[in-house]
């Protein structure tokens, strides 16, 4: 696969997790539709409702759409918004974390379970214990789970500090260090945090940490993790500068020293992804706004194949394809 292709034409989908389970595809995206919320640094107008899941047996192969299999209302703690999830499998349950601002207009992250990865998935009753911001992404070492997440801006992290509210959110800004993106071990029973959250710091390569005037390097959403020959990539969104961006380390702690750009700017303000082997080959799956002609939340799902140099680096991919 040379060329970008685009995923669910007949749909605006975006936020893509992706995992192989049972030898398939499956794709948890997010569901933008026009909800005629006007556009705002707030993300407001990301007002998505409800979540498809999607599989394919080959890459270029048809795609399935499994229909609805998480609706807001029918979330018992749910304000508005179902930002980016993922699903995790473990001892034959699927599990799908979402983030989801409660009735106080506070993001938190959610748990519904199913016996099936194409769900649907059942909300448990509250949001997990000392969750907030966005953009859960899972992953399985040894037996144990764990979780990154959040996101600046829309995404709140800036309301935290140390895992406790603040009073008023504060953004570090010129040479203070970046905020960091979180990541926290699971539960045996995968329905809680089993510790504090800790930051996920990435440094530069003389081991300093990235500084919040730092915008093209620093994190800001979408974490991503997955390992390529015994090295963890951390990979992540710059948000404001749109580039997706990775970092490598030896543990899925970190710290992580940041390496380079994955994908320049797409068509659209929020960039977004998940990396996957499949059948042999890697593959960058992501968003962009072409199809809604820039409509930044109407966004669309693409694939296309991901290229390593032997020195582990990853070949940037070009986000705009004119
Ligand atoms: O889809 C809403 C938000 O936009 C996601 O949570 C972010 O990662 C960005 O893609």
């Not at 948890?28 to 979540?51: A, T, V």
């Not at 473990?90 to 748990?111: A, E, H, S």
């Not at 959040?150 to 992290?157: A, I, K, R, V, Y």
Request: glycine letters at 8%; one cysteine or more; aromatic letters at 14%.
């Amino acid at each position: 696969m040379k060329k970008a292709r685009y995923l669910v034409p007949g749909d605006y989908m975006a936020d893509p997790a992706v995992h192989v389970f049972n030898d398939r595809l499956y794709i948890y995206p997010s569901h933008d539709w026009e909800s005629g919320i006007p556009e705002n640094d707030n993300g407001d107008h990301f007002n998505m409702k409800d979540y498809h899941v999607f599989s394919l047996d080959e890459i270029d192969g048809e795609v399935t759409d499994h229909g609805v299999v998480l609706e807001v209302k029918d979330i018992p703690w749910a304000g508005r918004q179902l930002w980016d999830c993922d699903v995790a499998c473990k001892n034959g349950k699927y599990y799908m974390y979402f983030p989801l601002k409660d009735k106080t207009d506070i993001f938190r992250i959610g748990v519904a379970v199913s016996d099936r990865p194409e769900g649907p998935f059942v909300p448990m009753p509250d949001p997990i214990r000392g969750s907030y911001s966005i953009d859960p992404a899972i992953v399985e070492e040894n037996g144990e789970y764990y979780m990154y997440f959040g996101g600046l801006w829309g995404g709140q992290l800036q309301r935290y500090r140390n895992n406790k509210a603040l009073e008023c959110a504060i953004l570090p800004e010129g040479e203070e260090p970046a905020l960091c993106g979180k990541i926290v071990k699971l539960s045996e029973n995968m329905l809680e945090f089993a510790e504090e959250p800790h930051d996920v710091l990435i440094l530069d390569k003389n081991g300093k940490p990235l500084t919040a005037d730092d915008t093209k390097r620093r994190f800001f959403e979408a974490s991503w993790m997955h390992q390529y020959k015994g090295k963890y990539y951390y990979s992540y969104s710059t948000g404001d500068t749109h580039l997706l961006c990775y970092a490598t380390g030896d543990n899925p702690y970190g710290p992580f020293t940041y390496q380079g750009v994955i994908l320049t700017p797409v068509v659209g303000w929020t960039t977004h992804h998940a990396i996957v082997e499949f059948k042999g080959k890697w593959y960058l799956f992501h968003h962009d706004c072409v199809p809604s002609n820039g409509k930044t939340w109407l966004r669309s799902l693409k694939v296309v194949e991901l290229e390593y140099l032997p020195d582990g680096s990853i070949k940037t991919i070009a986000g705009r394809e004119d």
